[in-house]
């Protein structure tokens, strides 16, 4: 997982990738690998250590015990900063690579050759505090004295012992130095390159999860507006057709039955959408086109100027839609850009496959009234919630556009990925 350059790469971890520890050692454990608080508290971690080897190496008998305390102070000092090296230089060459932001795999191949690179210069450490042990004279009179333990075998134990410890004694100095080598080296970022693989999947395995709690965060957002929007409609809908029904009852009972017809075909078609509270997902085509024909059929009773038609190319019947989105745009033609207008009107709705597409599905909804002119620039309330629906089922797959007609009034086209019920 590539992290960006300024910072949120160098945050604590997600809870379910850190090690959570407040143990001096562990800290770094919270952060991400090769990262600069990583590095911070690693660093702390690794001078701790080193500071208490250097006390170890200072007053622990060792093969250069009778050496005077400068020279004792000056071998321990390189002993401890060439292991130290060890555990500082490679890593922090490997926090400027992740710094860089790089592809995962330029990123990986930059790091194992930052990580050698760094082992390379604490050898090179290790060489330079060497000479100056040898320039200073301080290596000549070790040896001098480890030499001269093995030249006097026949002394006294006493004596032995009081002049220098026995050379069994340098030898497991030395590989207790061997050992704690090969730790540090094992400290220096080969372990901790396999970590961080570790931690780079568990990281992608964590975003794929918030990803995915967030989507179906948005997922419920929606619906619960689906089922708001539902129950906005409805009163409003029914208010206003039964009040046409009423004024036509002692005028046009014809008219007044045809009006009663359609909302009963109206409310069959839609109401299993509604009485779902948004819990539905996807409808077929064609219970949204019956759902328009009968609005529109209805719109048309109290409405006699409307005239309307509907219709989907052939194979498209259970191309699945989600719930209610058809039938908004047709209810937004009607209330901005029909009742505005004066004289007949005509509202369209075809739902076909993009041109040059065929995996895409495009629902269109013309009408030739007031446009973008009269009530309403595009930007009610209604469009919104279907481009957030839209963003929140099938996100950059799906849009919603509006096009101002030549001869008037407006086309809106929403675009969507093609898929059965």
């Given at each position: 997982m590539?992290?960006?350059?300024?910072?949120?790469?160098?945050?604590?971890l997600?809870p379910?990738?850190?090690?959570?520890?407040?143990?001096w050692?562990g800290?770094?454990?919270n952060?991400?690998?090769?990262?600069?608080?990583?590095?911070?508290?690693r660093?702390?971690s690794v001078?701790l250590?080193?500071?208490?080897?250097f006390?170890?190496?200072?007053i622990?008998?060792?093969?250069?015990q009778?050496?005077?305390?400068?020279?004792?102070?000056?071998?321990s000092?390189?002993?401890?900063?060439?292991?130290?090296?060890?555990?500082?230089?490679?890593p922090?060459?490997?926090v400027w690579?992740r710094?860089?932001?790089w592809?995962d795999?330029k990123?990986?191949?930059?790091?194992?050759?930052?990580?050698?690179?760094?082992a390379?210069?604490?050898?090179?450490?290790?060489?330079?505090?060497?000479?100056?042990?040898?320039a200073?004279?301080?290596?000549?009179r070790?040896?001098e004295?480890?030499?001269?333990?093995?030249a006097?075998?026949?002394?006294?134990?006493?004596?032995?012992?009081?002049?220098?410890?026995?050379?069994?004694?340098?030898?497991?100095?030395?590989k207790?130095?061997?050992?704690?080598t090969?730790?540090?080296?094992?400290?220096?970022?080969g372990?901790?390159?396999?970590?961080y693989?570790l931690q780079?999947?568990?990281?992608r395995e964590?975003?794929?999860?918030?990803q995915?709690?967030?989507?179906?965060?948005?997922?419920r957002?929606?619906?619960m507006?689906?089922?708001?929007l539902?129950?906005?409609?409805e009163?409003?809908f029914?208010f206003?057709?039964?009040?046409?029904?009423?004024?036509?009852?002692?005028?046009?009972?014809?008219?007044?039955?045809?009006?009663?017809?359609?909302l009963?075909?109206?409310?069959?078609?839609?109401?299993?959408?509604?009485?779902?509270?948004g819990?539905?997902?996807?409808?077929?085509l064609t219970?949204?086109?019956?759902?328009?024909?009968?609005?529109?059929?209805?719109?048309?009773?109290?409405?006699g100027?409307?005239?309307?038609?509907v219709?989907?190319d052939?194979g498209l019947?259970?191309?699945?839609i989600?719930?209610?989105?058809?039938?908004?745009?047709?209810?937004?033609?009607?209330?901005?850009g029909?009742?505005p207008?004066?004289g007949?009107a005509?509202v369209t709705?075809?739902a076909?496959l993009?041109?040059?597409?065929?995996?895409?599905?495009e629902?269109?909804?013309s009408?030739?009234?007031v446009?973008?002119?009269?009530?309403t620039?595009g930007s009610?309330?209604?469009?919104a919630?279907i481009?957030e629906?839209?963003?929140?089922?099938?996100?950059?797959?799906?849009?919603?556009t509006?096009?101002a007609?030549?001869?008037g009034g407006?086309?809106a086209?929403?675009?969507?990925?093609?898929?059965?019920?």
């Amino acid at each position: 997982m590539n992290m960006p350059n300024s910072a949120p790469y160098d945050k604590l971890l997600p809870p379910d990738v850190a090690l959570r520890s407040s143990f001096w050692f562990g800290r770094d454990r919270n952060y991400p690998i090769f990262s600069p608080m990583w590095f911070r508290h690693r660093s702390h971690s690794v001078l701790l250590v080193m500071a208490l080897l250097f006390v170890v190496f200072c007053i622990v008998p060792t093969a250069g015990q009778g050496m005077s305390w400068p020279d004792r102070l000056a071998y321990s000092a390189m002993i401890v900063a060439s292991l130290g090296s060890f555990g500082l230089v490679g890593p922090r060459m490997a926090v400027w690579v992740r710094s860089q932001a790089w592809p995962d795999g330029k990123e990986l191949m930059c790091l194992v050759l930052a990580l050698l690179l760094g082992a390379l210069a604490s050898v090179a450490i290790y060489k330079a505090g060497d000479l100056v042990l040898t320039a200073s004279g301080v290596e000549a009179r070790r040896e001098e004295r480890i030499a001269a333990v093995k030249a006097a075998p026949e002394a006294p134990a006493a004596v032995a012992t009081a002049a220098a410890p026995p050379v069994p004694r340098a030898m497991a100095r030395d590989k207790v130095l061997s050992i704690v080598t090969v730790a540090v080296i094992w400290l220096a970022g080969g372990v901790d390159l396999v970590f961080y693989l570790l931690q780079r999947r568990r990281l992608r395995e964590s975003l794929q999860r918030q990803q995915l709690v967030q989507a179906q965060e948005l997922r419920r957002e929606a619906e619960m507006k689906l089922a708001v929007l539902a129950a906005q409609i409805e009163p409003h809908f029914l208010f206003n057709t039964l009040a046409g029904v009423r004024s036509a009852i002692n005028v046009d009972p014809q008219r007044a039955t045809a009006i009663v017809d359609h909302l009963v075909d109206y409310l069959r078609a839609t109401i299993p959408q509604m009485r779902g509270d948004g819990a539905q997902v996807q409808t077929s085509l064609t219970s949204q086109l019956d759902a328009a024909r009968s609005y529109l059929a209805l719109m048309q009773a109290r409405i006699g100027r409307l005239s309307f038609a509907v219709q989907a190319d052939d194979g498209l019947e259970r191309a699945a839609i989600p719930p209610l989105l058809l039938i908004s745009l047709v209810e937004n033609a009607i209330k901005h850009g029909i009742e505005p207008k004066i004289g007949p009107a005509r509202v369209t709705v075809h739902a076909r496959l993009a041109a040059g597409n065929a995996s895409r599905l495009e629902l269109i909804v013309s009408d030739d009234g007031v446009g973008f002119g009269g009530t309403t620039s595009g930007s009610g309330i209604g469009l919104a919630n279907i481009r957030e629906r839209l963003e929140a089922l099938y996100g950059d797959q799906a849009g919603l556009t509006l096009k101002a007609i030549a001869t008037g009034g407006v086309a809106a086209i929403i675009h969507l990925p093609l898929s059965q019920f």
